[in-house]
């Protein structure tokens, strides 16, 4: 897979999470070379241009990396993000998970509403 990270993804007045594209199930080199490229140019695709165009955002001051990763089977896992604070109010003792049975692919794009766990750091570093 190839997925994309940019520097103004989730922020508070704006998200941007989606707005690129990912390539899945990349077979190959030149294939692979292929989707990292195509995912470096979705970054000026009509739908991000106009988006950071209305959010106020100039559109070199967005920077983009890419991810690499090995498809595994979807069909016998989940996915999912891990967040070290809580997303909606900052509380920093929680670690915010989402998660999915399947592709990420499906709570990105909106088909799913993933599962929410909240787990309390303090508790982790209790004995027993």
Avoid at 21 to 47: P, Q, V
């Amino acid at each position: 897979a190839v997925r994309s990270s940019a520097t103004a993804e989730d922020l508070p007045e704006a998200s941007f999470a989606g707005q690129q594209e990912t390539y899945l199930n990349i077979r190959g080199d030149h294939d692979l070379l292929k989707a990292c490229k195509d995912c470096y140019a979705s970054l000026f695709t009509d739908r991000a241009i106009i988006y950071r165009s209305h959010q106020g955002f100039e559109h070199m001051d967005v920077a983009l990396s890419i991810g690499v990763q090995q498809m595994v089977r979807s069909d016998r896992g989940s996915a999912g993000v891990a967040f070290t604070i809580d997303t909606e109010t900052g509380f920093p003792d929680v670690i915010l998970i989402n998660g999915s049975w399947g592709l990420g692919e499906n709570v990105v794009q909106g088909n799913v509403t993933p599962d929410e766990y909240l787990v309390h750091k303090p508790t982790l570093d209790e004995e027993g």
